[in-house]
């Protein structure tokens, strides 16, 4: 359980927080070359990401899956991140990159049917959603304010009866 939470940690500082801030500071300076081996890598993490949301259930059984995942992630942030930019490093994003991309072109006309189509399903739902918690946050906000005001209009009400018995 440890050394789960140890490789989610790892995986959090160099497969997130890292690329993050390099991506962040190559965007606002412009550099197109390694913004390009950036847009690379984010696709390989969130194919990866992808992948692993399946995958971790059928191979998370093997001994020290999760140190392997968090070492790959590891070496492929430091190469790119700390130790900018690695020719390897790019070739292994190559590999990852080259195929989804030709998914992606082979695919396209279905992928774009299907996130139109549960786009608006998804949107429609998530509204339907905000709304509802909109509503209880208004039907508590309400409740909670009336409860205070009755509370402190007993409370009004127990002083002055006792100010009423100490007069007489």
Do not use: C
Not at 51 to 69: M, Q, R, S
Not at 110 to 118: H, N, S, V
Not at 137 to 165: C, D, L, P, V
């Amino acid at each position: 359980m440890a050394s789960h939470l140890i490789s989610k940690l790892l995986i959090f500082v160099f497969g997130w927080l890292i690329p993050i801030y390099v991506s962040l500071k190559n965007v606002q300076t412009n550099q197109k070359d390694k913004i390009t081996v950036l847009f690379k890598y984010w696709v390989f993490f969130s194919s990866f990401k992808a992948i692993e949301t399946f995958g971790d259930l059928l191979i998370a059984w093997i001994p020290f899956y999760f140190w392997a995942k968090s070492l790959m992630i590891m070496l492929i942030s430091i190469e790119l991140f700390i130790y900018k930019q690695n020719e390897q490093t790019e070739k292994i994003l190559d590999l990852v990159f080259q195929p989804i991309t030709k998914f992606v072109n082979d695919h396209e006309p279905q992928i774009e049917k299907f996130l139109t189509k549960y786009y608006k399903q998804v949107v429609t739902i998530f509204a339907k959603i905000l709304d509802t918690l909109k509503e209880k946050a208004i039907q508590y906000s309400t409740t909670t304010k009336e409860n205070e005001t009755e509370k402190i209009q007993k409370k009004t009400k127990q002083e002055n009866k006792k100010r009423n018995k100490k007069r007489k």
